[in-house]
């Protein structure tokens, strides 16, 4: 017979913006022990703002930014986003060449005939350019032209409100383990895990990295129970489909996640998987 509850169930989820593609989907909450969370655009509002620009010596720090917002001129990232945002122009498409976004690490491109990169420090260092190591709170985007290190941009985003909220309903629904994972740097990672009380941090990881990060997580857990990643979609396409049920945040995240998520939060709000986790209670206590 069908169960006709979880059709209930799947309703009443969509009712509150939380769209389950399948009723194994919402069985499967009903065993999380362990939730993942990406955190760029995820937990925090990956609306992130330029905070300060520190050029290398002759360089002006309106030609930094300027560059800047050029070589970031094609990305979808929130970084980029924020870049172009600062410098408010516009920007000629003929300007650019030979763009190139190297996942985790940032672009190269040729920006009015010159080799620009604008990344983090591992992009550098792949590129054998020393940038050194700023003692700054937030997310560095290093500039080189032509091989040669320009300075770099100070980013800042924000924790969500909601994020607080949602672990602390996590919790109280008896999931065992929060888990945060990021390709952003182990001192941003560390500011935003203290304040939310994430179990475990592991920052400045590939997107590859992140894949593996959940397959360690699978073995440290029994056969029954399941693992939930939840991510905004920018480059978390393998680990959404990895997980036992793959949470994509933000009814505008990109259409890839969407296909690869088994359930879909069109809020921005975490706290929603605490709710979709309790709807799959209720769902199973009508259904037994
Ligand atoms: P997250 O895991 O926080 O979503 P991503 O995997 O999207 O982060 O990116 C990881 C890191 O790679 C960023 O923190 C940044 O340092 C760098 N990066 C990625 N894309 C860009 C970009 N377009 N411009 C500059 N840096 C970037
Ligand atoms: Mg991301």
Redesign the pocket.
């Known amino acids: 017979s069908i169960p006709l509850g979880f059709f209930g169930g799947i309703g009443a989820a969509s009712r509150n913006g939380i769209l389950v593609k399948g009723s194994n989907y919402l069985e499967a909450l009903n065993d999380v022990k362990i939730v993942v969370f ?5 937990l ?1 509002k ?1 609306q992130f703002k330029v905070t300060g620009i520190f050029p290398a010596e002759g360089i002006a720090e309106s030609g930094l930014l300027r560059l800047a917002a050029y ?2 001129s094609h ?6 986003e924020s ?1 172009r945002s600062a410098y408010g122009a516009d920007i000629p498409g003929e300007a650019i060449a030979d763009y190139n ?7 190269a491109v040729t920006v009015e005939g010159r080799a620009v990169l ?6 550098m260092e792949r590129e054998g350019i020393s940038s050194g190591t700023p003692e700054v709170s937030g ?3 290093h500039i080189a032209v032509d091989k040669q290190y320009a300075g770099y941009l100070v980013i800042s985003d924000e924790v969500k409100d909601d994020s607080l909220q949602a672990i602390r309903k996590l919790k109280a629904l008896g999931i065992r383990k929060t888990v945060m ?5 182990s001192s ?1 990672a560390e500011a935003v895990g203290r304040q939310l009380g994430i179990d475990e941090i592991h920052a ?4 590859q990295h ?1 894949v593996e990060a959940v397959e360690r997580l699978e073995k440290e857990k029994s056969q029954r129970e399941k693992i939930i990643f939840v ?2 979609g ?3 396409t393998p680990v959404l489909a990895r997980a036992d049920v793959g949470i994509a945040m933000g009814g505008l995240g990109s259409d890839a996640a969407i296909e690869a998520a088994d359930i879909v939060i069109m809020t921005d709000e975490p706290s929603k998987i605490a709710e979709a986790i309790g709807i799959a209670k209720r769902t199973r206590s009508i259904v037994w």
Do not use: M, Q
């Not at 990406?38 to 995820?42: H, L, S």
């Not at 994972?181 to 740097?185: C, K």
């Open positions: 990406d955190k760029t655009g995820t925090t990956g070589a970031e990305s979808p990232h929130p970084i980029a870049i976004e190297i996942s985790g690490h940032g672009i604008a990344g983090n420090a591992r992009l997310t560095i985007v994972l990021t390709g952003d740097a941003v400045e990881l590939l997107p992140k991510g905004d920018i480059n978390d």
